[in-house]
T-cell receptor, first 111, second 114 residues
Framework: DAKTTQPPSMDCAEGRAANLPCNHS???????VYWYRQIHSQGPQYIIH???NNETNEMASLIITEDRKSSTLILPHATLRDTAVYYC????????????FGKGITLSVRP | EAGVAQSPRYKIIEKRQSVAFWCNPI?????LYWYQQILGQGPKLLIQ????????DSQLPKDRFSAERLKGVDSTLKIQPAKLEDSAVYLC????????????FGSGTQLSVL
């Protein structure tokens, strides 16, 4: 699977949008961009995934650039409970695909 | 629906001892994963089961780690003998099937080897 690059940490104010960047310059055409997050002392939790179109669900929005070399996860109104490590993962489709985690980005939401 | 259940939540052992972790996946999930997460790193896949068969154990240290999922439901991961570097959180996850978009993770077992 292609690798991703994320800054180690960022913070944002409660109630503001949190924009988490991810670079995946070697992504292949059949690889999806996934985001998971891990709140302290819990297992990772699926957030969203996409191929090339922007995606939105009840948790977040995913914006993928046209060349697919980078993406941004947007939490529109961050709360203290959104403080977590966020993992950007590139993953192929198919039965043999793996979910390979990097170090992720630590998001701290301040009051 | 009930999530992925893991036990124990914490375990402290001395090096060279053995330890076992248990996982009960979400009902109906055919695929089960064990991940190891060392402090400050992302989870690393150790082994993946499809029903009761192993589909990927390429990163499992087979000289000391073993895992089974005999009836295709719950699973046990064992370490024997444990080393200091095995101190980590052991996460179990499940999905409906191989290649599924969403993996559901348990809260993990935190192992400390002294």
């Amino acid at each position: 699977d292609a690798k991703t690059t994320q800054p180690p940490s960022m913070d944002c104010a409660e109630g503001r949008a949190a924009n988490l960047p991810c670079n995946h310059s070697t992504i292949s055409g059949n690889e999806y961009v996934y985001w998971y997050r891990q709140i302290h002392s819990q297992g990772p939790q699926y957030i969203i995934h996409g191929l090339k179109n922007n995606e939105t669900n009840e948790m977040a929005s995913l914006i993928i650039t046209e060349d697919r070399k980078s993406s941004t996860l947007i939490l529109p109104h961050a709360t203290l409970r959104d403080t977590a490590v966020y993992y950007c993962i590139v993953r192929q489709t198919g039965a043999n695909s793996k979910l390979t985690f990097g170090k992720g980005i630590t998001l701290s939401v301040r009051p | 629906e009930a999530g992925v259940a893991q036990s124990p939540r914490y375990k402290i052992i001395e090096k060279r001892q053995s330890v076992a972790f248990w996982c009960n996946p979400i009902s109906g999930h055919a695929t089960l994963y064990w991940y190891q997460q060392i402090l400050g790193q992302g989870p690393k896949l150790l082994i993946q089961f499809q029903n009761n068969g192993v589909v990927d154990d390429s990163q499992l240290p087979k000289d000391r780690f073993s895992a089974e999922r005999l009836k295709g439901v719950d699973s046990t991961l064992k370490i024997q003998p444990a080393k200091l570097e095995d101190s980590a959180v052991y996460l179990c996850a499940s999905s409906l099937n191989r290649g599924d978009e969403k993996l559901f993770f348990g809260s993990g077992t935190q192992l400390s080897v002294l």
